[in-house]
């Protein structure tokens, strides 16, 4: 079926946005109450689609690989996260291995490579770019220094890179905001293409990679303020509201079972005293401000590609790269300790200072799981909590089949983005070989049927998608999902879910079906062997 943009000649532009750490009930199309109007409207007006059974890996850098390769992290380099990759000391023992490099490496065609090598316009991505390299660092660009001058936390410090080139923060203005900088750019690459009629003629693709709401913790105090008092009845009542309000928009049936909260050493609400309460509350609120920024920053964006009359011809994703990040940090073996001294001697988290440039805070496993529900666990996790995230379409078509503001629970992935783009752009997918090289094939599916046609499934029950990072391991196929968590994190067996009734991930099956289990042990295998995971 031909879009309305392919018969009148165009190549629908591309607009993808990530948000980093976003949990799936955040915003308001999915049943928050952080007021994000833009994305609201994204997902609810006419050409909108809200996937709720849409899945990324369980943390920031694989997801990314996924996406922009269409394939598996573990072939694409982001096997491990980066970090815990090569130039370690001592080495770990994947640090040769291939699919391991620490960076997207050169067995896949990237999206933005492919789209530019088709004709088209790419901003903040490889024709024009500009990004923050390490994640965690400072959205304020406050990083207090050690008495040699080098930053306290040098291994989150604030490295920007602008076309390639390294970026000196200091030419950044005294109102810096990571959210408004970046959205900035972009809009700066956009004019340059609006004002140059050779550029002009080509379609774009438009990537724009948020650092919101990652840790740390920090929004300017006008966002902030806007939820002060919201979240005083601690996150349990929050996880009730945000189930109720999603059951409410048929974003989940009513008779869906969440997962009960681990939080390990967390303590309950009851448990705190009024003044912990306050502190835990104004970090939620803090959270809230960031994303209630990063929505008007997005608004700025819809603003001006309607401004240039572009909008009906614009292919939009919204998505998050994993679930809510509910690490406590200081509890980290080895390493939190260290943290939580270098932040109390250098950082003021006093409440009153909550969520500005010299704060340095997160907000814990009880708030992840508020916004997790009713999935099992957070970010970091193979579990639904780390990997079932938030995804949006904007795009007119949809409406035809979706009607405005629909809402769909095919499952689909993180790798589907990049062959949906060349589906819908009419570039054909590179096959073994890109640009002189040879590369793996993409693993992803179209999202075509889904949008334009009555498919019911885009993966059909006789294929398997597997997960694996920092050793947990996740393998599904149709309705079952096998999940292996080592310990101490989990009972280091294989688990089985029925994850269209079971949602929340409880109700194990492995000795109820134990051939079922089988099966998925076996694919699992092949998976290993396919995608050359290191175990």
Known sequence: MATPAA?????????????????????????????????????????????????????????????LSGTDNHIAGLGQMEAWGRG???????????????????????????LQDAGYYTAMSFERSFALLPGGASHFMYEPKKPDGTPVFAHWASLYNKNGETVDPRSFPDDYYTSDYFTGQLLEFLEEREEDPAKKEKPFFAFLAFTAPHWPLQAPQENIQKYAGVYDNGPDALRHQRLRRQVELGLLPADVQPHPVEAGSAKEWEDM???????????????????????????????????????????????????????????????????????DKAYNNDVENLGNPDSFIWYGPRWAQASTAPSRMHKGYITEGGIRCPAIIHYPPVSKVHGGGGITDIFTTVMDILPTFLDFAGIPQPGTTFRGRDVVEIKGKSWRPMLEGPATTLYDENTAIGWELFFHQAIRKGKYKAVFIPKPKGPEKWQLYDVEKDMGEIHDLAEQKPKVLEEL?????????????FL
Not at 21 to 37: A, K, M, N, V, Y
Request: charged share 20%; with cysteine.
């Open 88 to 114: 370690r000391d001592p080495p770990v023992p994947w640090a040769s291995r291939p699919g391991y490099e620490g960076y997207l490496n050169f067995r896949v065609a990237a999206l933005p490579e492919i």
């Open 521 to 533: 042990v076996k694919c699992w295998l092949a998976y290993v062997a396919e995608f050359g995971v």
């Open 7 to 67: 018969q009148d000649g165009r190549r629908p532009n591309f607009l993808l946005i990530v948000a980093d750490d976003l949990g799936f009930s955040d915003i308001g199309g999915f049943g928050g109450e952080i007021q994000t109007p833009n994305l609201d409207s994204l997902g609810a007006g006419s050409g909108g689609l809200r996937m709720t059974n849409f899945h990324t890996a369980s943390m920031c850098s694989p997801t990314r690989a996924m996406l």
């Open 273 to 343: 005293t009024p003044e912990e309460r306050q502190w835990s509350a104004k970090t939620m609120e803090v959270f809230a401000g960031m994303v209630d920024r990063m929505d008007w920053n997005i608004g700025r964006v819809l603003d001006q590609i309607k401004q240039y009359g572009e909008w009906d011809n614009t292919f939009v994703v919204f998505m998050s790269d994993n679930g809510a990040e509910g690490a406590i940090i200081e509890a980290i073996p080895m390493t939190g300790d260290v943290i939580k001294k270098a932040i």
